[in-house]
């Protein structure tokens, strides 16, 4: 019986041959990182039930591991900051939308790398329930890839590519739910008692009606409610997304082990990140919104520590849509500081700077952001403007309060001035799930849709068109500028705008997100790549002008050592209204950028850029000049300055 860290130890030995490097390198993983594991077990498992079986997946997984991948792990292991770095840029995109496949993908690594993408986040790829299937989030199979793409040995020459090309992959891990046709279900539904057990299954409303009165609803539209009846199983499963995404039973350690397995497989496939898909509801606690119970965090820390030691070249990246005050315990918090996620999306950014473009003020952005206490230096937040999803306006009312706004009443505003119903907006957003109640809602659309870049197409307006696109470019800055890896999700290196077809598809009409997952137009895209004739359409001049100011912004943020994500960024609003500063003191050296994100223009002391004196370079531009009678600044402006 395994009773301590020891016991493990001498067991996974005993399953090495210790006459190999490589073996020899995973035991003194083990030591390293053994304790965090097996602590982090303890705290949610009977570890003797769960221990023997994880070390057998990990001897079995090492075993399995290539030497080209084993490489990769002593690199990652001597430079654990690879992800922290300014030249880590990422893209995401749909594997489909983007190439057809990855035979497709293959041939467009290319571009890729001549944008400066060092970080690709494939969004869904594994094998999906047919039909309807929440964007691929509802995996019948973790073992396969959708048959469109590609096989698994496919993603592995895939991986093998993109290392070669310098750029690391990134693929979801579903793990809060599996779709109610993976093998799991269908076991439990043909009533084997051990896979009934993978699923929260109750055989009436009772637990279910309790439960309910803390839940809160993800798509109160087209699923309401968090439990949905199954005839085979006779009773009540767990499904807080979709009715046909199960949600798994994280209190059984036969779950974490098979997951362990999946994490293994996937990381021996050439996986280097693992986005973990809903992870703040994997644990469920009556009376709660069971969503980031403690428990999150210790099974998140036994996934990563047992990742660090079979294999280290994996990092994982917390998909938590969260506010301030909750996020910070995905990087681990206390005892789990450092030890938890390795990334985190920055939701709060990327709300506040689209609330703050939609104000004219800044206000409230430099208040939200206040709230962060500081991260493990060794974590990084996943900094974005547009994905795949919904923007959820998730304005916190004592936040708003304290700065003169009702909460409420803001997120309305928010809501209709992005889907271009407020007077004056110029943003094409599309709403999403409609809150029957409260009248609240959230919003789809690409970037270029809610900027007002589409709008000013449709009207063929050159003048509004150029302030689209510098407010774009602004937004954008922000994201390139503000420390961690700025995700840039496909497409918006163009500005492509919303697409309307998932309209006439019934597995897809009415999820609105549809919109903002537009497909690759690559006519354009390799055309904004290259020089502009005099005469272009006004689409093809947008097209270029954001694929030129993107491009500028990554070779800018590169060649900045200052933007290393072990700093922070402090924010602050400056005195006029609608420009912020971010603050980025560095020892490779103090970075000031500047935003307006007002449509009027703008100008900042110097005696408010943090320290800044004499003689400043505004990389973005690359132009110097004397900082003592301040800056001016045109709209939409953003300026990265250094002494
Ligand atoms: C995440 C995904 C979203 C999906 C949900 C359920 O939030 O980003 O697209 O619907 O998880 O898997």
């Not at 199979?141 to 469109?148: T, V």
């Not at 199960?246 to 036969?254: A, G, I």
């Not at 210790?298 to 079979?310: E, G, S």
């Not at 005099?534 to 491009?551: F, K």
């Amino acid at each position: 019986m395994i009773q301590s860290t020891v016991d493990a130890r001498r067991q996974l030995a005993s399953q090495l041959d210790l006459s190999r490097r490589a073996d020899l390198e995973l035991l003194d993983r083990f030591d390293r990182w053994g304790t965090d594991l097996i602590s982090a077990l303890a705290d949610v498992y009977d570890i003797s039930e769960a221990l023997p079986e994880l070390l057998r997946i990990m001897a079995a997984q090492h075993n399995a591991r290539s030497e080209d991948l084993r490489q990769r792990d002593r690199q990652r292991v001597l430079e654990p900051d690879w992800f922290q770095k300014p030249s880590t840029v990422g893209y995401v995109c749909y594997t489909d939308l983007f190439a057809k496949n990855l035979k497709g993908l293959n041939k467009r690594i290319g571009y890729l790398q001549e944008m400066g993408v060092s970080y690709l986040h494939l969004m869904p790829i594994l094998k999906p329930r047919p039909g309807a299937n929440d964007g691929g989030y509802a995996v019948m199979d973790y073992r396969a890839l959708r048959e469109d793409l590609g096989t698994m040995d496919e993603l592995r020459s895939t991986a093998k590519k993109l290392h070669e090309s310098g750029i690391s992959l990134t693929l979801d891990l579903v793990l809060n739910h599996v779709a109610q046709e993976h093998e799991w279900a269908e076991k439990a539904k043909a009533g084997d008692k051990k896979y009934r057990d993978y699923f929260y299954v109750y055989p009436d409303r009772e637990i279910p009606d309790q439960f309910e009165k803390s839940l809160t609803e993800v798509f109160p539209d087209f699923a309401p409610g968090n439990f949905t009846w199954d005839d085979q199983l006779n009773g009540w499963v767990w499904t807080t997304f979709n009715s046909y995404q199960w949600d798994v039973n994280w209190s059984n350690p036969v779950v974490f082990c098979e997951f362990a397995d999946i994490i293994a497989n996937l990381a021996n496939h050439g996986v280097d990140c693992l986005r973990l898909d809903a992870i703040a509801f994997i644990w469920k606690r009556m009376g709660t919104q069971s969503q980031g119970e403690p428990e999150v965090h210790a099974i998140t820390q036994a996934m990563r520590a047992f990742a660090r030691i079979l294999t280290p070249a994996l990092i994982v990246k917390a998909e938590a849509i969260v506010g301030p005050a909750q996020v910070s315990a995905y990087f681990g918090e206390g005892e789990r500081a450092g030890k938890v996620s390795d990334l985190a999306y920055h939701n709060t950014l990327m709300v506040q700077i689209w609330a703050a473009i939609a104000a004219k003020d800044t206000t409230l952005l430099e208040r939200s952001l206040s709230r962060f206490t500081a991260l493990p230096n060794t974590t990084a937040w996943a900094v974005y403007l547009r994905c795949h999803d919904d923007i959820g306006w998730a304005i916190d009312d004592t936040d708003a309060h304290s700065v003169g706004l009702n909460g409420h009443m803001h997120r309305m505003f928010l809501a209709e001035f992005f889907n271009g119903t407020f007077a004056g907006s110029d943003a094409r957003g599309v709403d999403f799930q409609v809150d029957p109640v409260s009248g609240e809602k959230r919003t789809s659309g690409t970037a270029a849709a809610l900027a007002g870049v589409q709008a000013a197409l449709t009207a063929k307006d050159r003048v509004h068109l150029d302030i689209a696109i510098d407010r774009y470019l602004c937004a954008y800055g922000m994201v390139f500028g503000f420390g961690g890896i700025p995700l840039l999700y496909m497409g918006d290196e163009i500005g492509l705008l919303n697409d309307e077809t998932y309209l006439k598809d019934p597995a897809k009409a009415a999820d609105s997100r549809w919109a903002n997952r537009p497909a690759m137009k690559w006519a354009a895209a390799e055309r904004a790549a290259t020089s502009l004739a005099a005469d272009a359409p006004l689409a093809v001049y947008a097209e270029h002008r954001i694929r030129a100011g993107i491009q500028r912004l990554i070779e800018v943020r590169r060649a900045l050592p200052s933007l290393h994500a072990s700093v922070a960024t402090q924010v602050s609003k400056a005195k006029q209204k609608g420009v912020v500063v971010f603050n980025r003191r560095h020892p490779a050296g103090h970075l000031v950028q500047v935003y307006n994100l007002s449509d009027q223009g703008r100008w900042i002391g110097g005696d408010e850029l943090g320290g800044l004196h004499g003689l400043v370079t505004d990389h973005i531009t690359g132009h110097s000049f004397d900082l003592s009678g301040g800056i001016p600044l045109a709209p939409y402006e953003a300026r990265w300055l250094t002494n």
